[in-house]
Protein backbone atom coordinates (compact mmCIF):
# COMPACT_ATOMS: atom_id res chain seq x y z
CA UNK A 1 0.00 0.00 0.00
CA UNK A 2 1.62 3.28 -0.53
CA UNK A 3 1.14 5.94 1.77
CA UNK A 4 -0.32 9.08 1.23
CA UNK A 5 2.15 11.62 1.89
CA UNK A 6 1.61 13.87 4.89
CA UNK A 7 -0.03 17.26 3.48
CA UNK A 8 -0.42 19.41 6.36
CA UNK A 9 2.32 21.82 5.33
CA UNK A 10 3.47 22.88 1.34
CA UNK A 11 -0.68 23.91 1.62
CA UNK A 12 -0.96 27.18 2.37
CA UNK A 13 1.88 27.83 -0.13
CA UNK A 14 -0.94 26.45 -3.12
CA UNK A 15 -3.04 28.50 -4.41
CA UNK A 16 -4.78 28.39 -8.05
CA UNK A 17 -8.03 28.01 -8.99
CA UNK A 18 -10.94 30.09 -7.31
CA UNK A 19 -10.30 28.87 -4.01
CA UNK A 20 -8.77 32.12 -1.81
CA UNK A 21 -5.65 31.35 -0.36
CA UNK A 22 -6.72 31.88 3.53
CA UNK A 23 -9.36 29.08 3.11
CA UNK A 24 -6.77 26.73 2.25
CA UNK A 25 -5.93 24.03 5.21
CA UNK A 26 -5.27 20.94 3.73
CA UNK A 27 -4.68 18.80 0.87
CA UNK A 28 -6.86 15.84 0.93
CA UNK A 29 -5.88 12.75 -0.88
CA UNK A 30 -9.08 12.10 -2.87
CA UNK A 31 -7.58 9.10 -4.68
CA UNK A 32 -4.86 6.61 -3.92
CA UNK A 33 -4.17 2.63 -3.96
CA UNK A 34 -6.94 0.66 -2.50
CA UNK A 35 -6.01 -1.43 0.77
CA UNK A 36 -6.84 -4.45 -0.35
CA UNK A 37 -4.53 -4.08 -3.40
CA UNK A 38 -1.11 -5.04 -2.78
CA UNK A 39 2.18 -3.18 -3.12
CA UNK A 40 3.53 -5.79 -6.41
CA UNK A 41 3.82 -3.91 -9.54
CA UNK A 42 1.46 -6.04 -12.27
CA UNK A 43 3.41 -7.82 -14.96
CA UNK A 44 0.72 -6.94 -17.35
CA UNK A 45 1.43 -5.28 -20.54
CA UNK A 46 1.16 -1.62 -20.68
CA UNK A 47 -2.15 -0.39 -21.21
CA UNK A 48 -3.65 -3.34 -20.43
CA UNK A 49 -7.01 -3.19 -18.22
CA UNK A 50 -6.26 -5.98 -16.15
CA UNK A 51 -4.63 -4.02 -13.78
CA UNK A 52 -7.88 -1.33 -14.27
CA UNK A 53 -9.79 -4.09 -13.37
CA UNK A 54 -7.67 -5.66 -10.12
CA UNK A 55 -7.72 -2.05 -8.87
CA UNK A 56 -11.85 -1.73 -9.10
CA UNK A 57 -12.07 -5.47 -6.93
CA UNK A 58 -9.50 -3.76 -4.54
CA UNK A 59 -11.84 -0.69 -4.49
CA UNK A 60 -14.67 -2.88 -4.03
CA UNK A 61 -13.52 -4.95 -1.08
CA UNK A 62 -12.69 -2.18 0.75
CA UNK A 63 -15.58 -0.67 0.37
CA UNK A 64 -17.98 -3.39 1.44
CA UNK A 65 -15.33 -4.09 4.45
CA UNK A 66 -14.84 -7.54 3.17
CA UNK A 67 -10.70 -7.50 3.14
CA UNK A 68 -10.74 -10.60 5.98
CA UNK A 69 -12.92 -12.50 5.00
CA UNK A 70 -12.79 -12.21 0.77
CA UNK A 71 -11.37 -15.92 -1.31
CA UNK A 72 -10.25 -14.98 -4.81
CA UNK A 73 -9.85 -17.52 -7.08
CA UNK A 74 -7.92 -16.98 -9.79
CA UNK A 75 -7.64 -18.21 -13.77
CA UNK A 76 -5.06 -19.68 -15.87
CA UNK A 77 -4.70 -16.73 -18.32
CA UNK A 78 -2.03 -13.43 -18.26
CA UNK A 79 -4.22 -12.82 -14.77
CA UNK A 80 -2.51 -16.48 -13.76
CA UNK A 81 -0.75 -14.52 -10.76
CA UNK A 82 -3.45 -12.22 -9.72
CA UNK A 83 -2.96 -13.63 -6.17
CA UNK A 84 -0.22 -11.70 -5.94
CA UNK A 85 -1.93 -8.05 -6.18
CA UNK A 86 -4.57 -9.24 -3.45
CA UNK A 87 -4.19 -8.55 0.38
CA UNK A 88 -6.83 -11.73 0.74
CA UNK A 89 -6.81 -15.03 0.59
CA UNK A 90 -6.58 -16.13 -3.45
CA UNK A 91 -6.76 -20.07 -4.46
CA UNK A 92 -5.15 -20.68 -8.58
CA UNK A 93 -7.56 -23.10 -10.16
CA UNK A 94 -6.65 -25.20 -12.93
CA UNK A 95 -8.18 -23.53 -16.55
CA UNK A 96 -11.61 -22.41 -16.52
CA UNK A 97 -12.44 -24.07 -13.20
CA UNK A 98 -12.51 -21.45 -11.05
CA UNK A 99 -16.32 -21.66 -10.84
CA UNK A 100 -16.07 -24.96 -9.64
CA UNK A 101 -13.53 -24.11 -6.74
CA UNK A 102 -15.66 -21.06 -5.69
CA UNK A 103 -18.35 -23.49 -5.54
CA UNK A 104 -16.71 -25.63 -2.74
CA UNK A 105 -15.42 -22.62 -1.24
CA UNK A 106 -18.58 -20.69 -0.73
CA UNK A 107 -20.11 -24.33 0.28
CA UNK A 108 -17.99 -24.28 2.88
CA UNK A 109 -17.86 -21.21 4.23
CA UNK A 110 -20.87 -19.09 3.21
CA UNK A 111 -19.48 -16.34 5.49
CA UNK A 112 -16.75 -15.50 3.13
CA UNK A 113 -16.56 -13.09 0.00
CA UNK A 114 -16.09 -15.40 -3.00
CA UNK A 115 -14.88 -14.23 -6.05
CA UNK A 116 -14.04 -15.47 -9.27
CA UNK A 117 -11.31 -13.55 -11.79
CA UNK A 118 -11.59 -15.49 -15.32
CA UNK A 119 -10.52 -14.28 -19.26
CA UNK A 120 -12.79 -15.35 -21.95
CA UNK A 121 -10.38 -18.35 -23.37
CA UNK A 122 -11.00 -19.68 -19.33
CA UNK A 123 -14.24 -18.96 -19.08
CA UNK A 124 -16.18 -19.38 -23.09
CA UNK A 125 -13.75 -21.72 -24.21
CA UNK A 126 -12.15 -24.27 -21.61
CA UNK A 127 -14.43 -23.73 -18.99
CA UNK A 128 -17.74 -22.89 -20.48
CA UNK A 129 -19.43 -26.20 -19.01
CA UNK A 130 -17.98 -25.08 -15.78
CA UNK A 131 -19.85 -21.07 -15.27
CA UNK A 132 -22.94 -22.58 -16.89
CA UNK A 133 -23.32 -25.56 -14.48
CA UNK A 134 -22.50 -22.27 -11.71
CA UNK A 135 -25.15 -19.98 -13.48
CA UNK A 136 -27.72 -22.65 -13.34
CA UNK A 137 -27.43 -24.04 -9.98
CA UNK A 138 -27.19 -20.09 -8.69
CA UNK A 139 -24.06 -20.57 -6.80
CA UNK A 140 -23.57 -17.27 -4.68
CA UNK A 141 -20.47 -16.23 -6.07
CA UNK A 142 -19.74 -12.86 -8.34
CA UNK A 143 -17.74 -13.66 -11.51
CA UNK A 144 -15.50 -10.73 -12.61
CA UNK A 145 -14.87 -11.61 -16.12
CA UNK A 146 -12.53 -9.71 -18.55
CA UNK A 147 -13.38 -10.49 -22.46
CA UNK A 148 -10.57 -9.31 -24.53
CA UNK A 149 -11.36 -11.41 -27.48
CA UNK A 150 -8.05 -13.47 -27.10
CA UNK A 151 -5.94 -16.01 -25.65
CA UNK A 152 -3.57 -13.42 -24.53
CA UNK A 153 -1.28 -15.00 -22.47
CA UNK A 154 -0.47 -17.97 -25.14
CA UNK A 155 0.79 -15.53 -27.93
CA UNK A 156 -2.85 -14.07 -29.37
CA UNK A 157 -4.57 -17.44 -30.44
CA UNK A 158 -8.17 -16.94 -31.36
CA UNK A 159 -10.99 -16.86 -28.63
CA UNK A 160 -14.31 -17.87 -28.79
CA UNK A 161 -14.95 -14.06 -28.81
CA UNK A 162 -12.52 -13.00 -31.21
CA UNK A 163 -14.59 -10.77 -33.57
CA UNK A 164 -15.44 -12.16 -37.57
CA UNK A 165 -12.89 -11.05 -39.35
CA UNK A 166 -9.95 -10.49 -36.26
CA UNK A 167 -6.46 -11.55 -37.04
CA UNK A 168 -4.93 -13.45 -35.07
CA UNK A 169 -2.42 -16.01 -35.07
CA UNK A 170 -4.96 -19.12 -34.94
CA UNK A 171 -7.09 -17.05 -37.84
CA UNK A 172 -4.28 -15.16 -39.90
CA UNK A 173 -6.61 -14.15 -42.82
CA UNK A 174 -9.54 -13.08 -40.31
CA UNK A 175 -12.13 -15.20 -38.40
CA UNK A 176 -14.10 -16.83 -40.77
CA UNK A 177 -17.53 -17.91 -38.95
CA UNK A 178 -17.97 -20.80 -41.93
CA UNK A 179 -15.00 -22.10 -40.15
CA UNK A 180 -14.92 -21.48 -36.85
CA UNK A 181 -18.37 -20.18 -35.61
CA UNK A 182 -19.30 -17.23 -34.19
CA UNK A 183 -18.22 -15.32 -31.04
CA UNK A 184 -20.42 -16.50 -27.96
CA UNK A 185 -21.46 -13.47 -26.33
CA UNK A 186 -21.49 -15.20 -22.79
CA UNK A 187 -24.28 -12.39 -20.96
CA UNK A 188 -26.67 -13.09 -23.44
CA UNK A 189 -26.39 -16.71 -23.46
CA UNK A 190 -26.37 -17.05 -19.36
CA UNK A 191 -29.15 -14.68 -18.87
CA UNK A 192 -31.52 -17.54 -19.46
CA UNK A 193 -30.41 -19.50 -16.41
CA UNK A 194 -32.59 -18.75 -13.35
CA UNK A 195 -29.42 -19.31 -11.19
CA UNK A 196 -28.23 -15.54 -12.49
CA UNK A 197 -28.96 -13.02 -9.63
CA UNK A 198 -27.20 -9.83 -11.75
CA UNK A 199 -25.50 -9.97 -14.81
CA UNK A 200 -24.26 -6.63 -17.07
CA UNK A 201 -21.39 -5.84 -19.23
CA UNK A 202 -19.44 -2.88 -19.54
CA UNK A 203 -16.16 -1.60 -21.75
CA UNK A 204 -13.75 -0.51 -19.39
CA UNK A 205 -12.77 2.81 -21.85
CA UNK A 206 -13.30 6.16 -20.39
CA UNK A 207 -13.58 7.18 -16.47
CA UNK A 208 -17.18 7.58 -16.78
CA UNK A 209 -17.25 3.89 -17.98
CA UNK A 210 -15.48 2.68 -14.99
CA UNK A 211 -17.73 4.46 -12.78
CA UNK A 212 -20.75 2.53 -14.77
CA UNK A 213 -18.36 -1.26 -13.86
CA UNK A 214 -18.46 -0.03 -10.30
CA UNK A 215 -22.08 0.53 -9.88
CA UNK A 216 -22.36 -3.01 -11.79
CA UNK A 217 -19.85 -4.60 -9.69
CA UNK A 218 -21.41 -3.64 -6.49
CA UNK A 219 -24.42 -5.09 -7.61
CA UNK A 220 -23.17 -8.58 -8.43
CA UNK A 221 -21.57 -8.37 -5.09
CA UNK A 222 -25.02 -7.59 -3.52
CA UNK A 223 -26.22 -10.84 -5.64
CA UNK A 224 -24.10 -12.81 -3.60
CA UNK A 225 -24.26 -10.97 0.21
CA UNK A 226 -28.19 -10.83 -0.05
CA UNK A 227 -28.38 -14.64 -1.14
CA UNK A 228 -30.03 -13.89 -4.69
CA UNK A 229 -27.69 -15.57 -6.83
CA UNK A 230 -24.32 -15.65 -8.78
CA UNK A 231 -23.79 -12.47 -10.10
CA UNK A 232 -20.89 -11.48 -12.85
CA UNK A 233 -19.40 -7.98 -14.32
CA UNK A 234 -18.25 -9.04 -17.83
CA UNK A 235 -15.35 -6.17 -18.84
CA UNK A 236 -14.85 -5.54 -22.29
CA UNK A 237 -10.69 -4.97 -22.13
CA UNK A 238 -8.39 -3.99 -24.60
CA UNK A 239 -5.00 -6.34 -25.49
CA UNK A 240 -2.96 -4.01 -27.31
CA UNK A 241 -0.07 -6.23 -27.84
CA UNK A 242 -1.91 -8.90 -29.41
CA UNK A 243 -4.16 -6.92 -31.15
CA UNK A 244 -1.66 -5.67 -32.34
CA UNK A 245 -2.19 -1.58 -31.90
CA UNK A 246 -1.08 1.30 -29.28
CA UNK A 247 -3.38 1.20 -26.14
CA UNK A 248 -5.55 4.39 -26.99
CA UNK A 249 -5.78 2.48 -30.16
CA UNK A 250 -6.96 -0.35 -28.11
CA UNK A 251 -9.66 1.12 -26.23
CA UNK A 252 -11.24 3.35 -29.29
CA UNK A 253 -11.33 -0.39 -31.10
CA UNK A 254 -13.71 -1.14 -28.62
CA UNK A 255 -15.67 1.92 -29.10
CA UNK A 256 -16.18 1.67 -32.31
CA UNK A 257 -16.29 -2.28 -32.81
CA UNK A 258 -16.36 -4.94 -30.23
CA UNK A 259 -19.43 -3.19 -28.51
CA UNK A 260 -21.47 -3.65 -31.45
CA UNK A 261 -20.98 -7.58 -31.20
CA UNK A 262 -20.56 -6.99 -27.68
CA UNK A 263 -23.47 -4.55 -26.31
CA UNK A 264 -23.06 -3.20 -22.36
CA UNK A 265 -25.88 -2.67 -20.59
CA UNK A 266 -27.79 -4.72 -17.76
CA UNK A 267 -28.69 -7.82 -18.68
CA UNK A 268 -30.50 -9.73 -15.16
CA UNK A 269 -30.90 -7.49 -12.14
CA UNK A 270 -33.08 -10.05 -9.63
CA UNK A 271 -32.21 -7.58 -6.53
CA UNK A 272 -34.62 -5.81 -4.07
CA UNK A 273 -34.45 -2.74 -4.71
CA UNK A 274 -32.15 -2.24 -8.08
CA UNK A 275 -32.21 1.42 -7.64
CA UNK A 276 -30.33 1.49 -4.72
CA UNK A 277 -26.50 0.98 -6.15
CA UNK B 1 2.46 20.33 -3.58
CA UNK B 2 0.66 18.47 -6.97
CA UNK B 3 -2.41 18.30 -7.16
CA UNK B 4 -1.52 15.40 -9.28
CA UNK B 5 1.25 12.51 -8.34
CA UNK B 6 3.22 10.31 -10.40
CA UNK B 7 4.76 7.42 -9.77
CA UNK B 8 7.39 7.50 -12.29
CA UNK B 9 8.46 3.93 -11.06
CA UNK B 10 4.90 2.09 -11.61
CA UNK B 11 4.32 3.77 -14.89
CA UNK B 12 4.65 1.62 -17.92
CA UNK B 13 4.54 4.71 -20.58
CA UNK B 14 0.97 3.84 -22.02
CA UNK B 15 -0.03 7.59 -22.25
CA UNK B 16 -3.63 6.97 -21.34
CA UNK B 17 -3.65 9.17 -18.91
CA UNK B 18 -1.64 11.70 -21.07
CA UNK B 19 -4.71 11.38 -23.90
CA UNK B 20 -7.65 11.49 -21.35
CA UNK B 21 -6.15 14.58 -19.30
CA UNK B 22 -8.58 17.53 -20.29
CA UNK B 23 -6.75 20.04 -19.04
CA UNK B 24 -3.32 18.83 -21.27
CA UNK B 25 -1.35 19.17 -18.15
CA UNK B 26 0.86 15.31 -18.67
CA UNK B 27 3.30 14.69 -20.95
CA UNK B 28 5.45 11.89 -21.56
CA UNK B 29 8.61 12.39 -20.10
CA UNK B 30 12.38 11.94 -22.50
CA UNK B 31 13.65 10.42 -19.46
CA UNK B 32 13.63 6.53 -18.68
CA UNK B 33 12.59 5.05 -15.39
CA UNK B 34 14.36 1.46 -13.93
CA UNK B 35 11.79 -0.95 -16.06
CA UNK B 36 13.13 1.11 -19.57
CA UNK B 37 10.09 2.88 -19.89
CA UNK B 38 9.10 6.74 -20.46
CA UNK B 39 7.07 7.60 -17.38
CA UNK B 40 4.46 10.39 -18.10
CA UNK B 41 5.15 13.93 -16.00
CA UNK B 42 3.16 16.73 -14.54
CA UNK B 43 4.39 19.35 -17.12
CA UNK B 44 1.86 21.81 -16.45
CA UNK B 45 0.84 21.82 -12.80
CA UNK B 46 -0.66 24.62 -12.94
CA UNK B 47 -3.38 23.33 -15.48
CA UNK B 48 -3.76 20.22 -12.81
CA UNK B 49 -7.37 20.87 -11.05
CA UNK B 50 -7.49 17.57 -9.54
CA UNK B 51 -10.38 15.74 -11.28
CA UNK B 52 -8.14 12.58 -11.31
CA UNK B 53 -8.80 11.14 -14.96
CA UNK B 54 -5.51 10.78 -15.45
CA UNK B 55 -5.61 8.33 -12.11
CA UNK B 56 -8.77 6.48 -13.02
CA UNK B 57 -7.58 5.46 -16.21
CA UNK B 58 -3.95 4.32 -14.56
CA UNK B 59 -3.98 0.76 -15.51
CA UNK B 60 -1.09 0.36 -13.02
CA UNK B 61 -2.73 2.63 -10.17
CA UNK B 62 0.15 4.39 -10.46
CA UNK B 63 -0.90 7.85 -10.07
CA UNK B 64 -2.46 9.87 -6.56
CA UNK B 65 -4.83 12.59 -6.13
CA UNK B 66 -5.17 15.96 -3.97
CA UNK B 67 -7.84 18.20 -3.59
CA UNK B 68 -7.83 21.32 -2.12
CA UNK B 69 -10.16 21.03 1.11
CA UNK B 70 -11.82 24.88 2.34
CA UNK B 71 -11.08 25.61 5.79
CA UNK B 72 -15.31 25.68 6.16
CA UNK B 73 -15.60 22.18 5.43
CA UNK B 74 -12.50 21.24 7.00
CA UNK B 75 -13.74 22.66 10.52
CA UNK B 76 -16.77 20.98 9.80
CA UNK B 77 -15.37 17.75 9.55
CA UNK B 78 -13.38 18.26 12.69
CA UNK B 79 -16.69 19.15 14.86
CA UNK B 80 -18.10 16.35 13.30
C1 LIG C 1 -5.56 -27.25 -19.33
C2 LIG C 1 -4.86 -26.16 -20.06
N1 LIG C 1 -5.09 -25.99 -21.37
C3 LIG C 1 -4.48 -25.00 -22.04
C4 LIG C 1 -3.62 -24.15 -21.40
C5 LIG C 1 -2.93 -23.07 -22.17
N2 LIG C 1 -3.49 -21.75 -21.91
C6 LIG C 1 -2.93 -20.94 -20.99
S1 LIG C 1 -3.67 -19.47 -20.89
C7 LIG C 1 -4.77 -19.89 -22.11
C8 LIG C 1 -5.84 -18.96 -22.60
C9 LIG C 1 -5.97 -17.70 -21.80
O1 LIG C 1 -6.85 -16.83 -22.42
P1 LIG C 1 -7.83 -15.93 -21.58
O2 LIG C 1 -8.54 -16.74 -20.59
O3 LIG C 1 -8.66 -15.18 -22.56
O4 LIG C 1 -6.87 -14.96 -20.74
P2 LIG C 1 -6.04 -13.70 -21.23
O5 LIG C 1 -4.63 -14.16 -21.26
O6 LIG C 1 -6.53 -13.25 -22.55
O7 LIG C 1 -6.27 -12.69 -20.16
C10 LIG C 1 -4.53 -21.18 -22.57
C11 LIG C 1 -5.31 -21.84 -23.64
C12 LIG C 1 -3.40 -24.36 -20.03
N3 LIG C 1 -2.58 -23.57 -19.32
N4 LIG C 1 -4.03 -25.37 -19.38
S1 LIG D 1 -1.04 -10.14 -23.49
FE1 LIG D 1 -2.85 -8.85 -23.59
S2 LIG D 1 -4.15 -9.47 -21.86
FE2 LIG D 1 -2.08 -10.27 -21.50
S3 LIG D 1 -1.06 -8.71 -20.21
FE3 LIG D 1 -0.54 -8.28 -22.36
S4 LIG D 1 -2.09 -6.81 -23.04
FE4 LIG D 1 -2.87 -7.76 -21.15
S1 LIG E 1 -5.90 15.31 -12.19
FE1 LIG E 1 -7.08 15.87 -14.02
S2 LIG E 1 -6.19 17.83 -14.68
FE2 LIG E 1 -4.73 16.93 -13.24
S3 LIG E 1 -3.29 15.80 -14.56
FE3 LIG E 1 -4.87 14.34 -13.92
S4 LIG E 1 -6.39 14.39 -15.57
FE4 LIG E 1 -5.11 16.22 -15.81
S1 LIG F 1 -1.63 5.92 -17.39
FE1 LIG F 1 -0.22 5.24 -15.76
S2 LIG F 1 1.14 3.76 -16.75
FE2 LIG F 1 0.10 4.88 -18.37
S3 LIG F 1 1.50 6.55 -18.89
FE3 LIG F 1 0.09 7.37 -17.37
S4 LIG F 1 1.09 7.03 -15.39
FE4 LIG F 1 2.14 5.77 -16.89
MG1 LIG G 1 -8.55 -13.27 -23.20
Redesign the interface.
Known amino acids: M?T??N?QD??KK?N??S?AA?????????????QS?SDK??H?????????YH?LIAEMIDEFGFMDRTVGICPVGCAVFAYEYFETDMIEASHGRAPAVATGVKRALPDRFVFTYQGDGDLASIGMGEIIHAAARGERITVFFVNNGIFGMTGGQMAPTSLIGQKTTTSVDGRDARATGHPIRVCELLSNLEGVAYMARVALT??KN??TCRKYMRKAIRAQTEDVGLGLVEVLSPC?VQWGM???DA?HHIEEDVVKEFPPGEFVDKLADPVKA | ?D?C?I?A??C?????CV??CPKHALEMSEERNAAG?HPAVLAHP?LC??C??C???????G??????????R?DAANQG
Not at chain 1, 22 to 34: G, M, N, Q, T, W
Not at chain 1, 44 to 52: A, E, I, L, Q, V
Not at chain 2, 55 to 61: D, K, L, N, S, Y
Open positions: TAMSGMQGGVEDLVDLKCVFERPLPFYCPGCSHGTRSPINPSPGL | MLQHDRKGCELQFYENGAMAQMCPETIEIYRRQKRAQ
